[in-house]
């Protein structure tokens, strides 16, 4: 609330949190899955989580379920939200993925904006705790966990999946549903559990998003990757039991891998793998690995790092949300956000 209050004396129309991104992304998760046939899956939104699990090569490519990071998704949809309306977003927070994101109009890191807010006079902490004249961006979550995690109850409910796909063309069409559980992977030898479970076939969604550095996961310094999503469950409000977001207002945050291959990695496997195709006619079996180029010493050290985060990653507050957009436009369901005039 605080914060809130202090965006609106910096001139921002309105807080608006990134836990929206997280709810589209749970949702859009479980629609994908309600018609997946491998049991195994698993959850990505976080481009350092994706480097991590590629940076070997694209064998768990057929695993992954892919998606924009919450921040994007959540510009994504208050641009859909608004329309017409001029916006100007500004994310506060540091997932890497919102640098190149047309959506958003800039980042700040959380450190800067409240030294920004400091250097203006502006004490968050001094700011009332309840809102008197307007209300606030609803910053509950319905369907998802930190980093866009769904819960189990909507990755085991083909109803409710089906109602929030919205789509009943094919309703009379049975469908491989399959219900899943999500699984966290959090020991540093993340390799052996992730195999267990994808040669067992199990029916679960695998999510290691706090052990690989994924800071929308809550995944920051001075906190360890079991602590990780609790750290930021702790200090938002109870779920809310119903959804959050509009369900008329249409954001895609699927995401195709190669499309944000920032490392090269599937780009150059493919091309080793035309290369060994033209040249070697009588072996049709993987590229060697010490012929990819980016199978360097530097990659392999960082494969094998043991923390939960990134070792250059600045440490985050936990006593603020992870990140808040600053928009005004159109009326949306419970925010309070008003046109601005």
């Known amino acids: 609330m ?41 959850f990505c939104s976080c481009r350092r989580v994706r480097d991590r699990l590629l940076g070997p090569g694209p064998d768990l490519l057929p695993f992954l379920v892919s998606f924009v990071a919450p921040p994007v998704a959540t510009a994504r949809y208050l641009r859909a939200l608004y329309g017409e309306t001029p916006i100007d977003i500004t994310y506060v927070g540091s ?10 109009d800039r980042q700040i890191r959380p450190e800067e904006f409240y030294a920004s807010l400091k250097t203006r006079g502006i004490m968050v902490a001094q700011e009332p705790l ?26 085991q409910d083909h109803e409710l999946t089906t109602q929030a796909d919205g789509n009943d063309a094919d309703a009379d069409a049975p469908e491989p549903f399959i219900s899943r559980s999500a699984v966290e992977i959090l020991d540093v030898e993340y390799a052996a559990e ?25 995944a920051v310094s001075g906190v360890t990757a079991s602590q990780a999503r609790d750290a930021v469950v702790a200090i938002e409000p109870p779920r809310s039991p119903t959804p959050v977001v509009e369900p008329d207002v249409s954001a895609d945050v699927d995401l195709d891998p190669a499309a944000d291959d920032s490392q090269g990695i599937l780009v150059a496997d493919r091309a080793l793998r035309a290369d060994a195709r033209r040249h070697d006619g009588s072996h049709h079996g993987e590229p060697h690995h010490h012929g990819d180029p980016h199978r360097d010493d530097g990659h392999r050290e960082d494969a094998h790092r043991d923390e939960s985060y990134p070792a250059n990653a600045p440490p985050v507050s936990r006593d603020v949300p992870p990140a808040s957009f600053a928009a005004s436009g159109r009326m ?10």
Request: proline share 8%; hydrophobic share 40%.
């Open 130 to 155: 309840v809102f008197d004249s307007t209300f606030a961006p609803d910053r509950r979550r319905c369907h998802s966990r930190p980093g866009g995690l769904p819960i189990d109850s909507l990755l």
């Open 332 to 341: 949306h369901r419970d925010s309070g956000i008003t046109q601005r005039g």
């Open 95 to 104: 997932c890497p993925s919102a640098g190149n994101e047309p959506s958003i």
């Open 2 to 42: 605080q914060v809130a209050h202090a965006c609106r004396a910096a001139g921002y129309a309105a807080a608006i949190p990134a836990t929206w991104g997280d709810e589209l992304i749970a949702e859009g998760c479980a629609r994908r899955l309600a018609t997946r046939t491998l049991p195994s899956a698993i």
């Open 194 to 218: 992730l195999a267990q479970y994808l040669i067992a076939g199990a029916p679960v969604l695998i999510d290691l998003g706090p052990r690989l550095g994924c800071a929308c996961s809550g």
